[in-house]
T-cell receptor, first 110, second 111 residues
C-alpha cells in the first residue's frame, strides 16, 4: 500500500521561530492536505493543495505541492503558543482514498 | 454552516459487545469516510461512502461495517468488540470525496 513519511516526528521550538515539516510518498498523489489536531479534537483542515508546484498560504502557514507529486511541505512562520498540536499531512490518489502521515508533534515554548 | 457532527462523543463498551457510531456530514456533502485513530497506528482509513454506496474500503476485518443513508448521514458498526478496538473514531465529509472535513470524533473505550 501507499506509504507516507512525515518528518520530523516532533519539534520543540521557541515562540517566534519558524517551523518546517514535510511529507514524502512512494506514490504520486493528486491532492495534498495538511491538518492540525488539538488534544481530544478532530483534525482541522489547514491547507489543501490540488496542483503540482502549487504554493498556498493561510495566514502564517504556507504549504507547497511538490513538482514530482510525491512530496509536500508545510511552513509556519513566527510561531505562537497556540500553534501547539499535531500536524498531519495527507495524500489523496485518484481513488479518493486518503493516506495520512504519522504526524509531527509541535511544542512551542513561550 | 454546521460542521461534521458525530455521536456519541464518548462511550465505554465491554469486550464482545457491539457498537454503532453516527455521523452527520456537512450539509450538501455526499461523501462520508471513517477513520480509526490510535497512538500506535495513527490515522487509518476504514471506509468511504458516496451516495449510499461504499466506494472505498480499508484493511479492517469484517467486524467493522458501515452504511450511508439517503440524507448522507452515516453509521459505522463494530461487532464483537476487542480491547484493541479502543480508539478515536473520526468521521469526515466532503462534496465529492476530495477535500475532507473531520468531525470531533467518538472516543470508544473497550474494557
Amino acid at each position: 500500500g501507499q506509504q507516507l513519511n512525515q518528518s520530523p516526528q516532533s519539534m520543540f521550538i521557541q515562540e517566534g521561530e519558524d517551523v518546517s515539516m514535510n511529507c514524502t510518498s512512494s506514490s504520486i498523489f493528486n491532492t495534498w492536505l495538511w491538518y492540525k489536531q488539538d488534544p481530544g479534537e478532530g483534525p482541522v483542515l489547514l491547507i489543501a493543495l490540488y496542483k503540482a508546484g502549487e504554493l498556498t498560504s493561510n495566514g502564517r502557514l504556507t504549504a507547497q505541492f511538490g513538482i514530482t507529486r510525491k512530496d509536500s511541505f508545510l511552513n509556519i512562520s513566527a510561531s505562537i503558543p497556540s500553534d501547539v498540536g499535531i500536524y498531519f499531512c495527507a495524500g489523496q490518489g485518484s481513488n479518493y482514498k486518503l493516506t495520512f502521515g504519522k504526524g509531527t508533534l509541535l511544542t512551542v515554548n513561550p | 454552516k454546521a460542521g461534521v457532527t458525530q455521536t456519541p462523543r464518548y462511550l465505554i463498551k465491554t469486550r464482545g459487545q457491539q457498537v454503532t457510531l453516527s455521523c452527520s456530514p456537512i450539509s450538501g456533502h455526499r461523501s462520508v469516510s471513517w477513520y480509526q485513530q490510535t497512538p500506535g497506528q495513527g490515522l487509518q482509513f476504514l471506509f468511504e461512502y458516496f451516495s449510499e454506496t461504499q466506494r472505498n474500503k480499508g484493511n479492517f476485518p469484517g467486524r467493522f461495517s458501515g452504511r450511508q443513508f439517503s440524507n448522507s448521514r452515516s453509521e459505522m458498526n463494530v461487532s464483537t468488540l476487542e480491547l484493541g478496538d479502543s480508539a478515536l473514531y473520526l468521521c469526515a465529509s466532503s462534496l465529492e470525496g476530495n477535500t475532507i472535513y473531520f468531525g470531533e470524533g467518538s472516543w470508544l473505550t473497550v474494557v
